[in-house]
């Protein structure tokens, strides 16, 4: 038992980094998908950054990687093929329109509903591609999919 209150969270895990494909790969396909510490991801190439994310929409489960890059507002987003949700592949934001309901002739403009998607890191050695998972310790709504019985590879341990 420990009474330091130094326990390490459950929800703040460390991992390990895992090797999930060759650069050359994947800037010719663009995305790559990956099972990293028993979590699915997407890993995109768009215009010489990699980003990757859990591969399950925040919204309602839906698979990120058979979806369309659009660049909303100057970021670039990807675009949930089920309802059209737009998230951004350097934060993990979903992105709204908005107006004014008192001025409804003015342009309606991007906001940010925050970051609901979570993101990983992404690195490149010698040629290879690694993923890190976040071990950011808030709660992101994509983690209803991606952990616990929602997720859809199930654990084998
Ligand atoms: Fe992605 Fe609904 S599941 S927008």
Redesign the pocket.
């Given at each position: 038992m420990d009474f330091d209150g130094s326990e390490q969270d459950p929800e703040m895990k460390t991992y390990s980094t895992v090797c999930v494909g060759r650069e050359d790969d994947i800037k010719k396909s663009e995305r790559m998908t990956a099972v990293v510490h028993d979590r699915e991801v997407v890993i995109f190439y768009y215009k010489g950054e990699y980003h990757a994310m859990d591969i399950r929409?925040?919204?309602?489960?839906?698979p990120?990687h058979l979806g369309e890059i659009e660049e909303f507002d100057g970021r670039p987003c990807i675009v949930?093929?089920?309802?059209?949700?737009k998230i951004t592949l350097a934060t993990g934001e979903g992105l709204y329109q908005s107006i004014n309901p008192k001025d409804p002739s003015a342009k309606p403009k991007w906001c940010s509903k925050g970051i609901k998607q979570r993101i990983h890191k992404v690195t490149v050695d010698n040629g290879n591609i690694y993923v890190t998972l976040s071990d950011e310790p808030f709660k992101c709504d994509s983690d209803f999919y991606a952990t616990g019985v929602y997720k859809v590879i199930q654990s084998s341990s």
């Open positions: 929409c925040y919204h309602s489960g839906g990120l949930c093929p089920w309802h059209k949700y």
